[in-house]
């Protein structure tokens, strides 16, 4: 997997988060966008058409992304569309690091080496806290009205 030859980096990318996830007992599962037909739009329209191509009720995004999601309006296209939207809920886990204070959202290789594979899936799930609906996310932020 890591031998195989690649000229670009999204691959790359898949075939090292693959490698690391499946050794850390992940089985991730990858759906390249250019592989999917008729997807349009930008944005949240693009990522509700590929809800919509893979057959989702659902989407989890990071908190981050709320700024673009919603920019139009409370739940932006997924709202519009039927698609739950839910924000990661994610309280970063403190493990070994091997200089200094610890530092959080570090890279997955800053765990391995201060962890081992061993202990890296436990740790990280342990961060995992129950999704927010987009409606309560609002709500935290003070944004109900907007």
């Known amino acids: 997997m890591l031998n195989a030859p690649v000229t670009n980096l999204g691959p ?6 693959t490698a690391i996830a499946t050794k ?7 759906t390249r966008s250019a592989n999917l037909k008729n ?12 809800c919509e191509i ?14 673009y999601l919603e ?8 709202a519009k569309n039927h698609i739950e939207l839910y924000y990661h809920n994610y309280q ?12 959080p959202n570090m890279s997955i290789i800053d765990l391995l080496f201060g ?5 890296a899936r436990q740790i990280i799930r342990s961060g995992r806290k129950s ?16």
């Open 12 to 17: 790359f990318n898949i075939n090292i988060i």
């Open 24 to 30: 850390i007992g992940i089985q991730p599962e990858f």
């Open 39 to 50: 997807l349009e739009g930008e944005k949240d329209a693009r990522l509700v058409k590929m």
């Open 54 to 67: 893979k057959g989702c009720s659902r989407y989890l995004s990071p908190q981050g992304s709320a700024v």
């Open 71 to 78: 920019e139009e309006s409370p739940g932006g296209a997924f």
């Open 92 to 103: 970063h886990p403190i493990y070994n690091q091997l200089y200094g204070e610890f530092l």
């Open 115 to 119: 962890e081992g594979f061993g202990k």
């Open 131 to 146: 999704p927010i609906h987009y409606l309560d996310f609002r709500k935290a932020r003070g944004l109900e009205g907007s």
